[in-house]
């Protein structure tokens, strides 16, 4: 996933070179869903690192902001979690990983996507309505 993509190391150089390999990928989508495109990430460090940030500017990608912890209002969060939890084994190898990953996306029922897109139009009306 391009999310586990990001995180996997902290070093500048290990982040220049998986946002050489994100580039095409991120223009390509940002492309497709057309100027309305804004990147759903977290607070995570690794995703908030001021080389991710820059590289994001440069490409012209707009950010969603998110309320410091808070993972159940990102939805690959909670997807991600859905595909774990059909796994009753952690892979062993990274190809093994690969393999789950792959199986589980296509496997997955697009009932389960409907729901999380649903539960999320409530959960962000509502956090809108707290006040700040």
């Given amino acids: 996933m391009v999310r586990d993509f990001i995180g ?13 390999h994100l580039r095409p990928i991120v223009k390509l989508y940002a ?13 995570a460090r690794p995703h908030r690192a001021a080389i991710v940030d820059d590289f994001l ?16 209002l990102n939805l ?15 892979p ?3 190809r093994d990983l690969e393999t789950a990953q792959q199986e589980e996306w296509r496997l997955l029922d697009s009932a389960v996507v409907d729901h999380l897109v649903t539960s999320m ?3 962000c009306t509502l956090c ?5």
């Avoid at 996997?8 to 050489?20: D, E, G, K, N, T």
């Fill in 121 to 123: 139009i409530a959960l």
């Fill in 76 to 90: 690959i969060e909670n997807l991600w979690m859905s595909l774990i939890y059909r796994r009753s084994a952690p």
């Fill in 8 to 20: 996997i190391s902290h070093r500048p150089a290990h982040l220049q070179a998986r946002l050489r």
């Fill in 31 to 43: 492309a497709a869903v057309g100027p309305s495109f804004v990147l759903m990430d977290d607070n």
């Fill in 128 to 132: 809108m309505k707290v006040p700040r």
């Fill in 57 to 72: 500017e440069s490409e012209g990608v707009a950010r969603m902001e998110w309320p410091a912890y808070s993972p159940g």
């Fill in 92 to 94: 062993a190898t990274l």
